[in-house]
């Protein structure tokens, strides 16, 4: 009875490599996130949807690329891997503005 | 300037004392504030949220909201080793900065409680 689930949990890849990371919530959430949390434990956002359009996009390279097929889910698609993509990435997801439940998190490490 | 900002610590308390925790924040505007708990290799989870000025109490957690110094605070009472994991400070800007459902994070503080 997972609340956020992604997957993978840990993904090791060389750089210039192209990698996928899914995220579902079975909460009945609209809205959902992708944060990246750096070395240092900085968490900032990326992107979120709300029922599948796009309402929020940081100043990301346009590697990163998001996706939501249906509100339970938002996948994040990176192109062209970097060292600098090393980080844990963390889906979330809330019903319109109200708490924002995390995933356990996907840790990218780029080699 | 951060948008919010924190001690990173460490805050080392002993067991059974309170802990307090600090943050600022620079939109003025900011509505919606959190209060996350992380542990090591962990996802953060929400302890408290307050969205009016003064305090909000749940079991040992006390948050304190002052609106006019930009300024948030998390006491922990009775503090225990199990309490010990990095707590982030969020803060919502104002929907008509783009803050619509954004979360800004500080970038934590790591609690140590020892025995």
């Known amino acids: 009875d997972t609340a956020v689930s992604q997957t993978p949990k840990y993904l090791v890849t060389q750089m210039g490599n192209d990698k996928s990371i899914k995220c579902e919530q079975n909460?009945?959430?609209?809205?959902m996130y992708w944060y990246k949390q750096d070395s240092k434990k900085f968490l900032k956002i990326m992107f979120s949807y709300n029922n599948k359009e796009l309402i929020i996009n940081e100043t990301v390279p346009n590697r990163f690329s998001p996706k939501s097929p249906d509100k339970a889910h938002l996948n994040l698609h990176i192109n062209s891997l970097e060292l600098g993509d090393s980080a844990v990435y963390f889906c979330?997801?809330?019903?319109?503005?109200?708490?924002?439940?995390f995933g356990p998190g996907t840790r990218l490490t780029v080699l | 300037q951060k948008e919010v900002e924190q001690n990173s610590g460490p805050l080392s308390v002993p067991e059974g004392a309170i802990a307090s925790l600090n943050c600022t924040y620079s939109?003025?505007?900011?509505?919606?504030f959190f209060w996350y708990r992380q542990y090591s290799g962990k996802s953060p989870e929400l302890i408290m949220s307050?969205?009016?000025?003064g305090d909000k109490e749940d079991g040992r957690f006390t948050a304190q909201l002052n609106k006019a110094s930009q300024y948030v605070s998390l006491l922990i009472r009775d503090s225990q080793p199990s309490d010990s994991a990095t707590y982030l400070c969020a803060v919502e800007p104002p929907s008509g900065s783009g803050g619509y459902n954004k979360l800004i994070f500080g970038a934590g503080t790591r609690l140590a409680v020892h025995p």
């Open positions: 307050i969205y009016s000025n």
């Open positions: 979330a997801s809330s019903y319109g503005g109200d708490t924002q439940y």
């Open positions: 909460l009945g959430h609209d809205t």
């Open positions: 939109d003025r505007g900011s509505q919606s």
